[in-house]
């Protein structure tokens, strides 16, 4: 079945410091989503990527889906202590729902 | 517009005991899904519903756990019986065509004893 990889499993970085999150898909996605959980919430939808090579930015974040439809990353700059949580990737095709990665737990010290 | 509703949020049983978890979704939503998060991992869906009828339940382990949504609004989620590994948060979402991503409840954290 479709595999979705995430990796750092975790960071830890200084207040004002970027961070990234990198996703790989097993397959060819139609689409993909990315969420954030805080700790002892639940997830919550930030965006959904559907183009080839598509940028999308939401103030500080940047999201990215590759060229191949294969893979995508988050890109947060200058990082808050308000973006501390587990961000997931969570990828769809055509032949199945969504699956959703691992995710990877950033941590920001002030 | 309210959220999703879950409940109960928290419930502790033994082995072999059985339990059931509920979910409104929102208003308007037809697609309801049902996740499993084991702690620190990624939600796992267990079993998606286009309005009442089922999309997906390929993970379901349905030796144990069962699902319905009679009426295509709210859900019931019940494992009987239970068993250690079922210790987890269910997380229950909703989403509607056109509108990109889900959108979660609070989820219930089962412990079993």
């Known amino acids: 079945g479709q595999q979705v990889m995430q990796i750092p499993q975790y960071q830890h970085v200084q207040e004002g410091e970027d961070f990234t999150t990198y996703c790989n898909s097993s397959?060819?996605?139609?689409?993909i989503q990315w969420y954030k959980q805080r700790p002892g919430g639940h997830p919550v939808f930030l965006i959904q990527?559907?183009?080839?090579?598509e940028v999308k930015k939401q103030k500080r974040l940047t999201f990215q889906f590759g060229e191949a439809k294969k893979n995508s990353s988050l890109h947060i700059t200058a990082t808050q202590t308000t973006d501390v949580g587990t961000y997931f990737c969570a990828g769809e095709s055509g032949y199945s729902t969504l699956t959703f990665g691992k995710g990877t737990m950033l941590l920001v010290s002030p | 517009e309210a959220g999703v509703a879950q409940s109960p949020r928290y419930k502790i049983i033994e082995k072999r005991q059985s339990v059931a978890f509920w979910c409104n979704p929102i208003s308007g939503h037809a697609t309801l899904y049902w996740y499993q998060q084991i702690l620190g991992q990624g939600p796992k869906l267990l079993i998606q519903f286009q309005n009442n009828g089922v999309v997906d339940d390929s993970q379901l382990p349905k030796d144990r756990f069962s699902a319905e949504r009679l009426k295509g609004v709210d859900s019931t989620l019940k494992i009987q019986p239970a068993k250690l590994e079922d210790s987890a948060v269910y997380l229950c979402?909703?989403?509607?065509?056109?509108?990109?991503?889900?959108?979660f409840g609070p989820g219930t954290r089962l412990t079993v004893l």
């Open positions: 990527l559907v183009k080839s090579g």
């Open positions: 979402a909703s989403s509607t065509l056109g509108r990109r991503g889900q959108f």
């Open positions: 397959t060819t996605l139609s689409n």
